[in-house]
């Protein structure tokens, strides 16, 4: 496959480029180059119908789509679903989300997840995402307390071993991980999380130093920053090595608290969905209430976000700029995953993933690895 994509302005993660064209070729970026160069003329050339072009968003935490939540039926047919429903949003990659469950749960969720890659290479799936169980019951939110536990280093090991290179990203509280789980977790490649913890600072900031890189949405089920104790979000602002997702859809935060901590952590804030859907059985049963999710106890289950609608927030109603707005949902993620030397910008050699999209972000057109389809 080899066309030139032309007639567009491109947000290629560093620049505003208008006036040029965008070579694919075999589900890369071959170049771009300026229409006043000397572009290739035996290439088919794709119209981009006036619209902007950026890289594919990806998404690091979500959990469910179309009435199908991966949390309670975690099967191919769910992960279908995810890949569809982030497709036509914009979203080229994203990391399915198992929170606190059964062992049963995270296993079938690591067995599907492994069985998904295998048959659906190029359908976005970048991995599974365990939110627990290795949390504080104190900040457990809407997870299931009987199912939260102190993880030891020979469970552990079978999660990995099952695992077989699928669980990308975990969930856990640095008061309740033991240096040897840190480890090991690390060894093998996982990026650890803070979240769902109560976490003194100096917890959390040994936490930080010893081997966990990211924070599950910032403000959201952490001790907070107070004046005597900065608590778990004084040691993320803190720690330079610290990457925070934040959910920003005015409900889970509020949007001034978005704009407070993209000043302080700068390119080390990223944006998430934390997307639910409809569920009335198994251990998480969310009904949508307005513009986001609730259990059966009414508590805070998640967003109803996607994940353009989240780069708008950050536009319309935090006052980022569109460029950094949209560096949060694709640059910055790829970052925290270590594949920034393939996503999240577009760039020569990188992969061929971007959306079109309009004025008001709606999207009009997806491509991962080239493959572009209008929606």
């Not at 469950?101 to 359908?123: C, D, I, K």
Request: aromatic residues 8%; charged residues 20%.
């Amino acid at each position: 496959m080899r066309y030139l994509l032309r007639n567009c302005t491109f947000y290629t993660g560093t620049a505003v480029l208008a006036h040029h064209a965008l070579l694919i070729e075999n589900g890369n970026i071959s170049a771009l180059l300026p229409d006043s160069a000397s572009l290739p003329t035996d290439v088919p050339v794709v119209d981009g119908r006036g619209l902007n072009v950026a890289p594919g968003l990806l998404d690091l935490q979500i959990y469910g789509a179309g009435g199908l939540l991966f949390s309670v039926e975690p099967d191919l047919e769910a992960l279908e679903a995810l890949a569809h429903h982030t497709f036509r949003h914009g979203t080229t990659g994203f990391m399915a989300t198992m929170p606190t469950n059964s062992w049963e749960m995270m296993r079938t969720a690591l067995e599907v997840g492994r069985e998904f890659q295998r048959r659906h290479p190029t359908l976005g799936l970048l991995g599974i995402h365990l939110e627990g169980p290795y949390i504080n019951p104190i900040k457990k939110g809407a997870h299931q307390e009987e199912f939260i536990h102190v993880p030891t280093v020979a469970e552990v090991d079978e999660l990995l071993k099952l695992a077989d290179g699928v669980l990308k990203i975990m969930t856990l509280a640095p008061e309740v991980s033991t240096p040897a789980v840190v480890a090991r977790l690390r060894e093998a490649g996982v990026i650890l999380s803070a979240g769902h913890s109560n976490a003194t600072y100096a917890q959390a900031a040994a936490g930080f130093r010893e081997g966990f890189t990211a924070a599950t949405h910032l403000f959201n089920a952490m001790s907070a920053l107070q004046g005597r104790e900065p608590g778990m979000v004084g040691a993320i602002y803190d720690a330079a090595n610290a990457q925070a997702s934040i959910i920003a859809d005015g409900v889970h935060c509020d949007f001034a608290s978005v704009r407070i901590s993209q000043k302080i952590l700068q390119e080390r804030l990223f944006l998430i969905t934390d997307a639910v859907t409809d569920s009335r059985q198994g251990a998480y049963r969310f009904q949508l209430r307005d513009n986001y999710y609730v259990d059966e106890q009414g508590i805070l289950g998640g967003s109803a976000l996607t994940m353009p609608q989240a780069v708008r927030n950050c536009v319309e109603h935090v006052g980022l700029p569109l460029e950094e707005s949209l560096r949060m949902a694709t640059l910055y993620p790829a970052r925290v995953i270590t594949q920034d030397q393939q996503l999240g910008q577009l760039r020569e050699g990188f992969a061929a993933d971007f959306f079109l999209f309009d004025a008001g972000l709606q999207v009009h057109a997806t491509a991962r690895r080239g493959e572009l389809h209008w929606h």
